[in-house]
């Protein structure tokens, strides 16, 4: 087997580790954890990178757990956080590990039949037979004030306006207590997680130390931005989610099609398990031909097929083809809106649609600014109906125009679409 801790630092998921032991330990089969918060039903692509090592871990034959805090997601991690944040009922957790566990059984193999299989746990589980009396005389009489003041994520709430209450200054107790029982119950002797989270990860090492006399050890990797510094996962505040009712394939595919030249070779060793000379070859393609984004392409198609299947990929390239003039056969009213929700729209009765000529149609529509110009636009050819090009004044929107009954894709030009929305 292959040091996976090399594997993490050739392809950026290494930054600190609480022992240069673990080095070692690595050289042999080990037990890893990572926590997941479950404050949503889906995953974000912000999690890649945890899921990622996760994969890489198991891929080498360590045994690797999921954990998804459904205690400690009832009072939220203040990790990296200004304010704190909105807690979540008993049943949005529970609703909330479902998705979260379909999410990572597209990485992970968690087949118990499996020779490693993956283990998912909820911390909910063992919290909940330890009463406030327990926690405070076994586990925090082990916690220094010192030590936890000096903690980052609390130095940087208690400097904020809203300070922070002693509901989040105890999360670092449970998640320290998380490690010692994942110690106790599996031999788990590794915690992996975001440098963000370094300070949760050493609360854990030194209290399964305290308990037990054995030595723990972390491991963080960096937070992932892009080369403009904007956290990677977030597009103008909207997350990208693995859910595609959240985050459509098409949706998905783009977010990293658009990635940066700066970016996309680094992202191709984070996010993909591309061997190293693939990614050379297309770092190479990058600096000598940008023009043709194919890191970009390959980057897009990687992640799309390794979250939604071939089938989600052969949507989103469908989607892609059909931004760009393709055919529209096969797409459904969903699907078109999803495609081209920031373009133009407009809504008409369909009695002010069906069976009129077009150039009337795009007119009343307000596409263009008047059926004058409306009239010239589809004379010089320059109207698309369902990118199909219209060819004269006499063509009408049919019946069969309409997509699903709903809407037609409208378009002058090469690019300047319009989502034509009927109403019965």
């Not at 490693?116 to 004030?145: C, P, Q, T």
């Not at 937070?223 to 959240?246: P, Q, R, W």
């Not at 998905?252 to 940066?260: C, E, G, H, K, V």
Request: hydrophobic content about 40%.
């Amino acid at each position: 087997m292959k040091n996976v801790l090399n594997i993490f630092k050739s392809r950026h998921l290494f930054e600190d580790m609480t022992s240069p032991d673990l080095e070692q330990l690595f050289d042999r089969p080990t037990t890893v954890y990572a926590g997941f918060d479950p404050t949503a039903d889906s995953l974000q692509a912000g999690n890649f990178v945890t899921i990622m090592a996760l994969a890489h871990l198991q891929r080498q034959g360590h045994k690797v757990i999921a954990l998804v805090g459904g205690a400690t997601g009832l009072i939220g991690d203040p990790s990296g956080k200004s304010q704190e944040r909105n807690l979540l009922t008993k049943e949005q957790v529970e609703q909330n590990l479902v998705g979260i566990k379909e999410n990572l059984s597209r990485f992970l193999d968690f087949n118990p039949s499996s020779e490693n299989a993956a283990i998912m746990v909820n911390n909910y589980e063992w919290f909940k037979e330890l009463s406030f009396i327990d926690i405070l005389r076994d586990v925090g009489r082990h916690f220094r004030m010192s030590q936890m003041l000096g903690k980052d994520s609390v130095k940087k709430r208690l400097e904020s306006d809203d300070g922070m209450s002693f509901t989040e200054f105890c999360y670092q107790i449970l998640q320290g207590y998380d490690f010692y029982h994942l110690y106790q119950t599996y031999g788990c002797r590794v915690q992996i997680g975001g440098s963000d989270q370094w300070g949760n990860i050493t609360a854990g090492t030194d209290l399964v130390r305290r308990l037990s006399g054995q030595e723990v050890f972390g491991m963080t990797f960096p937070l992932v931005c892009d080369s403009t510094g904007k956290k990677f996962g977030k597009s103008e505040g909207n997350a990208i989610y693995l859910d595609a009712n959240k985050t459509s394939y098409y949706e998905f595919y783009q977010f990293f099609l658009r990635s940066l030249d700066a970016d996309a070779v680094r992202y191709l060793k984070i996010f993909t398990f591309l061997p190293e000379e693939r990614i050379a070859e297309l770092a190479e393609c990058v600096a000598n031909e940008p023009g043709r984004r194919e890191a970009q392409k390959v980057l897009a198609a990687e992640l799309t097929r390794c979250v939604h299947g071939e089938q989600g990929l052969t949507t989103a390239l469908k989607a892609t083809e059909v931004l760009f003039g393709g055919s529209m056969e096969g797409m459904g009213a969903d699907d078109l809106t999803k495609i081209f929700a920031d373009v133009s729209s407009g809504t008409l009765n369909r009695t002010e649609v069906v069976g009129k000529p077009a150039f009337e149609v795009i007119a009343a529509a307000r596409m263009v600014s008047s059926k004058g110009e409306a009239r010239r636009l589809v004379e010089q050819g320059g109207l698309s109906i369902n990118n199909i090009k219209a060819p004269g004044l006499e063509r009408e929107i049919t019946a069969d125009d309409l997509v699903d009954n709903r809407l037609v894709v409208l378009r002058s030009g090469k690019k300047n679409y319009f989502l034509l929305k009927v109403e019965s």
